[in-house]
């Protein structure tokens, strides 16, 4: 079981170090056409219909003057279309989405390569021991799953050593019932 978590580990970190080296490269183009842009977004005017122009300035240039380009209205109306529009700057990280998005792929990766790990192992864990013994109570109306005789269990795997401490519990459970209901027999 250790060892899934080490190769998981180890998956998640090969892949962040593979991240930072994109990163790494993608720094030579430190602001790539697709990580500034400038947008103007036009509401109808007159007889022109709306209209969402992008262009790749520098933000002192984003207004619509350097961004609507060919204009669709003629000399006198440029200035009130473009009162109209309204430009905004924008600027992202592509560099950290590409880094959040192969970190989330490693860990989800890693989640069911551990998945195919339990489904693989899971049927060995559970596979049944020669050395289980049902307890027959004939007190008892009500029928128990067969139960592992605590001197006989082995305990090697965590699951193995819950199983054994539900059956003992069950067993004192079973116990208890049987005395108080004996008392309460004798006293009445």
Same mark, same amino acid.
């Given at each position: ?6 190769? /998981?580990?180890?998956?998640? =970190? ?8 994109? &990163? ?5 183009? =430190?602001?790539?056409?697709? &990580? ?25 240039? /984003? ?21 109209? /529009? ?35 192992? &899971? ?5 049944? &021991? ?22 006989? =269990? ?20 079973q116990e208890q019932r049987k005395t108080v ?8």
């Amino acid at each position: 079981m250790s060892f899934c978590w080490g190769t /998981c580990w180890t998956f998640v =970190a090969a892949a962040t170090f593979f991240a930072l080296l994109l &990163d790494a490269a993608s720094l030579v183009n =430190a602001k790539s056409f697709e &990580d500034v842009r400038c947008k103007c977004i036009c509401p109808p005017y007159r007889n022109i219909s709306g209209h969402v122009y992008n262009r790749n300035v520098s933000q002192k240039d /984003c207004n619509c003057l350097h961004i609507v380009d060919p204009m669709p209205v003629p000399g006198r109306d440029v200035e009130a279309y473009c009162l109209l /529009c309204e430009c905004k700057y924008e600027e992202r990280s592509s560099n950290t989405i590409k880094v959040t998005i192969i970190i989330y792929l490693s860990v989800v990766g890693a989640l069911l390569l551990y998945m195919l790990f339990l489904l693989l192992v &899971d049927p060995l864990i559970r596979k049944h &021991d020669a050395y289980t013994q049902p307890l027959h109570n004939e007190d008892d109306s009500e029928e128990m799953r067969p139960q592992v005789d605590s001197g006989l =269990a082995r305990g090697n795997t965590v699951l193995e050593r819950v199983e054994g401490a539900q059956q003992r519990w069950k067993k004192q459970v079973q116990e208890q019932r049987k005395t108080v209901f004996d008392r309460h027999k004798m006293l009445s």
